[in-house]
């Protein structure tokens, strides 16, 4: 494993969802961070379909609403067993008090303005972005769906900005900050985009001369297109997805081949205690890569 | 006289057991219900080596496992399954090891063919994703022979990964993509229109004109048969994808139970579609986004 920590987080700040993708203890290492704003999800949020069922009008009703009043239970039994297991992963923070600083309560969801709702994201991701450099992650990724993060990453630079900025590292985004920690912003166009752009690219190299060459392409070939069209990088040891949900949103497929994936939980709940156990379970994985 | 009792108890326990299921996916359809689910069927070694069982046994019970989820997704109306049954990279495992996997594969899909199998019962289309190729070829004849086999089933499919990988399907649609533009580009030329090839000419010229967008290459991946999975699950408890369905899986829930494969059951598959419908509309608005 190479020496230096990537962290990769994706801040979207259109709905507080930060995917922060954060390199591991190797030189490749990126551990994603996925933050997501706390909207308050619930269970039986969804509108059910309608459903015909056989018997007359009156049953029918019946039976509809025994169904879901059985689902909502169903789903409240559903949510309450993951409070519990909130509640047991809190005390297991405290217990293992040398790993971690006390982690901070559960945050109650609060309405906030648009505005409001932004600042709070941006200062959240800036508050994580000091946790991982303090741990000693070397590269960070910044993954936002909408691209929010990308074009507003001026509060993110100022605050880790080095003086001598080198002209390599500000080639393709990525950003050498002081603390030697390097900064990646990506969005979802660095996913699905890029591999057509690079299929673009490496149909002009190997089809441009005007002959239909018969070797297939290879994965190193397709590596180099990508970093060819400014959507190069490593792949990310660990994934850290704080939002509602376990899902990479789309982050670069190319990318993602071996890299752990990890739910964090919201982004107004994280703690710097579930960080550190997050790193902490990553370094006891093995891996066999198929064999 | 005992085994009869014997047999007809079991029947009950049956009837009794699909009876429980049908109440429950009742209960369940009248939320949301995932349209497509794919599997990772990760663990059926550790799973041998934890019960003293023969080399081979663990996956004998992977499969036996298998069958049971896809009678529960289909049962419950989930249309598209979709299970990781060997990565180009398994090929690295001993090769005594791969022999026996690839022997197990070819047996089941004989087994799957069957007139009385469950595929018929559920009316499942087989489709064997991945690269094909790399397959021995007996193998590949039947993976074949099921594919037609199965051609007129229409009320579900089943997507079985064999020697596949996503960058290997990416790689793939690129290259099919490629080999479109090209012939494109010959067909005009040959008919005298030689504009269309100013993508050829780029290089020249400086002007490169893209040709190839996300939808051409949507078109070539090997998962096409199906839409995007709602739910991936991976057993065993690791998080990671290793390589499976990473461009189909945007915005799709991950679901990585802590138990062996063999282990996997109904009320897994019940808290992996609650917690999808506890997600939906948060989902759903992804989707919609991208």
Redesign the interface.
Known sequence: MSESCVFVGVIDCMYGNLLLVGMGMGSTGIISKACSRNDG??????A??A?ILKYGNETQELL?WA??L??NL??SF??IGHICDAGVEIWVFVHFGSFCILPSPYGISKKLTFRQKKKYGISKVLELLQWVADIGVKSVCLYD??GVLKKNKEPIMQRFSSANLSEEAAVNGRLVTRRNLTLEFVS?ED???A??????Y???K???N?T?EKS????PQ?AEALGAIGSGGADPDLLLIYG???????FP??R???????HMGPLKSMSYGSLVKAIFKYTM?H?N??? | MTKKIGDQAGKMFEYFGSFLRKCIF???????VPDHIAFIMDGNRRYAKKRNLLDGAGHRSGYLALMNMLKYCYELGVKYATIYAF???????RPEEVQSTMQLILEKIEDLIKEESMVNQYGVRIYFLGSLKLLSKPVRLAAERAMVATSGNSKSVLSICLAY???DE??HA??E???E??DEGSALESKGAGNGLV?????ENGK?K?????K??EKHMYAAVAPDPDIIIRTSG??????FL??Q????????PPILWPEIGLWHL??AV??F???????KE?TK??
């Open positions: 999800n619930g269970a039986g949020t969804v059910p379909p459903r509809k169904s879901r059985l689902l169903l789903q559903y949510a769906p909408e979802f996913g699905k985009e591999v057509a752009k690079a299929a673009n490496l149909f002009v190997h089809y441009a005007g239909k297939d392409f290879t994965e397709m509602p949900t376990r899902c990479h949103l789309g497929a190319w993602l081949r071996y890299t752990e994936i990890v994985v891996q890569y198929g064999s | 009742s209960v369940l359809s009248v939320g949301p990565s180009i990279d398994n090929f690295r495992r990988t996503s960058s990416i790689l690129v290259q993509c490629c080999g533009k090209w993508f050829l000419k780029g290089n490169i893209p040709s190839i967008v996300v051409d290459l690791e998080t990671r994808l290793s390589n990473l461009w899986s945007a915005n799709c829930l991950l679901y990585a019940v808290w609650l917690d419908q506890r997600n939906f509309s948060y989902l992804k986004l991208s």
